[in-house]
């Protein structure tokens, strides 16, 4: 059974920095795109960053060049950076592996930016 262990939260001012990480289990992870999602009060949850099982990331517009996604297959780990943290960051953040939302979310981890 796939499960996800997400860890890393908390709260920051502005401009602050956050790194998550993600335990995985029940998968191979070595093989598997990799992904943050991030669900914001009042919004649908959203892919925030991928990685690609050759290290290929993608990033959505509003945090290029502030946050930095990697993995370590060997611990069965995926990461997030989070750089010049900013409100409209707020949420929760889960990751998951593709197909994505084909296995049981895990809890998350609430990521709040406020002054």
């Known amino acids: 059974q796939v499960q996800f262990v997400e860890s890393g939260g908390g709260l920051v001012q502005p401009g602050g920095s956050l790194r998550l990480s993600c335990k995985v289990f029940g998968i191979i992870m070595n093989i598997q795109r990799m992904g943050w999602f991030r669900q914001s009060p009042g919004t649908q949850r959203e892919l925030v960053t991928n990685i690609s099982a050759t290290g290929t990331t993608t990033y959505i517009e509003s945090v290029k060049g502030r946050f930095t996604i990697s993995r370590d297959n060997a611990k069965a780990e995926v990461y997030l950076q989070m750089n010049n943290l900013q409100s409209e960051d707020t949420g929760v953040y889960y990751c998951?592996?593709?197909?994505?939302?084909?296995?049981?979310w895990g809890q998350g981890t609430q990521v709040t930016v406020a002054s």
């Open positions: 998951d592996a593709e197909p994505w939302a084909s296995a049981d």
